[in-house]
């Protein structure tokens, strides 16, 4: 392994006008990547997308010393893509799509990559999308001029693409060629086994959200409704349709509570816990109306 320390004295001593240029670039690189993560954030937290991180880094000295080092970059700053990067850390491989969606109607896209399908047939691992983009015409202004040239890498994973990611940096083998033979099969059957995970974490995903559907419809006949078991799910739609003016639904650690309690108190359907909520209306009442009371007295 090179040692960066002497990467960057070579690049130092070779080429002082990279370094130079490189810190005096590096904050407009970081205000990128700041703009880059907030858009993601907002538009990506009003969709229905389960986001587990969206993180940020400018590449930093050392590794574009030995980047320059050991490729033999003649024009870093064109040659060299990811000295700003973005990375988009999803649950579910089938809200892939929607992701895709916002990047590419948001930014200026230069090149979008399946790093998957770019692997040769000796190489093993579990590819995931890179994006190279610039800001869009959403982000005008002087407070942009500086970046609007400049390139950013956004790369998209599920949380386990992001795992995976970080043991094969870790592992010394590359290629399957590489592999002792004896170590070959059990290495494929790891990576193997968290795709065929992420396949089935998004299966599961699917069939939630077919049950989450079932539960919303069977409120059009109430009887039907009431008479579901109770789950989570069932007691978070539960709590929507009767007391949607509280907002109740937007609570799940309190949901959760809820349901301990009911469990604690062998409710087992829906229809049982309205029995109980309908015999506490009179109790809720006077306790709102205390509430009120009180609050009204400290005004």
């Known amino acids: 392994m090179n040692d960066p320390e002497e990467e960057l004295s070579t690049l130092w001593t070779s080429d ?46 050392k590794s574009l010393a030995e980047k320059i080092v050991r490729k033999e970059y003649r ?40 790093k998957l399908d770019q692997m040769a047939p000796n190489e093993f691992g579990y590819g995931a999308l890179h994006y190279l983009v610039r800001l869009g015409r959403q982000s005008s202004g002087a407070r ?47 990576a193997g086994t968290f795709e065929n995970t992420d396949d089935h974490l998004d299966r599961i995903h699917s069939e939630r959200e077919k049950y989450l559907r079932v539960i ?14 109770l789950d989570l799910d069932t007691l978070t739609e539960y709590l929507t349709w009767k007391f949607s ?22 409710i087992e359907t829906l229809a049982e816990l309205d029995d109980y909520v309908n015999r506490s209306a009179a109790a809720r009442d006077a306790v709102a109306q205390e509430i009120n009371l009180t609050s009204a007295a400290a005004a």
Do not use: M
């Open 16 to 61: 002082p006008h990279t370094i130079r240029t490189f810190l005096e670039r590096r904050p407009d690189y970081a205000r990128l990547c700041d703009e880059v993560s907030y858009i993601l954030e907002k538009r990506l937290s009003a969709k229905p997308i389960e986001i587990s991180a969206i993180t940020s880094r400018v590449k930093s000295l």
């Open 75 to 114: 024009d870093p700053f064109k040659e060299i893509t990811d000295l700003a990067g973005v990375r988009v850390v999803y649950l579910y491989k089938g809200d892939l799509p929607a992701i895709q969606q916002i990047i590419e109607e948001q930014f200026v896209v230069l090149e979008r990559v399946n």
């Open 144 to 190: 942009y001029d500086d970046l609007k040239e400049l390139t950013c890498e956004i790369q998209v994973r599920t949380v386990l693409q992001d795992a995976w990611a970080i043991i094969d940096h870790h592992l010394i083998y590359k290629h399957e060629s590489d592999i002792p033979s004896h170590l070959q099969r059990p290495i494929r059957g790891f």
């Open 216 to 229: 919303r419809n069977s409120r059009k006949n109430t009887n039907e409704f009431l008479s579901r078991p």
């Open 245 to 266: 003016h509280l907002g109740a639904a937007r609570q799940p650690g309190q949901i959760t509570r809820v349901l301990s309690f009911a469990q604690e108190a062998n």
